[in-house]
């Protein structure tokens, strides 16, 4: 059995697509996933399986498609590709504590990167890798340009962010398990 981080997109936000965790836990576990945890509501998920993330990914649409009734956008992740996404954060200190990490579905194809690295907002920080945006910006992730949707339409991929203190309890849910 290996650990994954299970990481579902728009779940919870505004009072819609409701996904309560402990119903999430049970329907994962009662699924064949094992130690299944949630933190906070947001959609994040850490469980262990013996299939691969592929095979994870499209059995967890399928469970939170006909058990709530709608499709959420769903990244899997091992922990070893968490880490190295993690660690790979070119920002320091105070920034590195404020950053977010856009991982992507699928890798955006390389043109549409290259345009989008060009782009810049003041007091708003971006750095591309085939895995992950790192995106900094000194007004909050809630008012500023470069957010999931932007990325997602410019880059014509499907992600999800997750800030800095959301990826270090991942990591360390992971470490526990």
């Known amino acids: 059995m290996k650990t994954c981080i299970v990481l579902l997109r728009g779940i919870n936000v505004g009072g819609h697509r409701k996904v309560p965790m402990a119903e999430l836990r049970e329907l994962f576990s009662k699924s064949g996933f094992k130690n299944v945890q949630t933190y906070i509501q947001s959609g994040n998920v850490v469980l262990q399986s013996s299939d691969d993330s592929k095979k994870i990914k499209t059995t967890v649409e399928k469970l939170i498609f006909h058990h709530f009734g709608f499709e959420v956008t769903t990244l899997v992740k091992t922990e070893s590709e968490l880490k190295m996404i993690f660690d790979a954060c070119p920002f320091q200190d105070k920034e590195k504590e404020k950053s977010y990490f856009m991982m992507f579905e699928n890798l955006p194809d390389k043109s549409s990167l290259e345009e989008v690295s060009k782009l810049s907002y003041t007091g708003e920080e971006i750095y591309i890798t085939d895995d992950c945006i790192y995106f900094f910006s000194a007004i909050g992730y ?16 499907n992600a999800t962010a997750r800030n800095y203190k959301t990826m270090l309890k991942l990591l360390a849910m992971v470490e526990e398990t």
């Open 142 to 157: 809630g008012r500023t340009k470069f957010n999931s949707n932007f990325f997602e339409r410019k880059l014509k991929v």
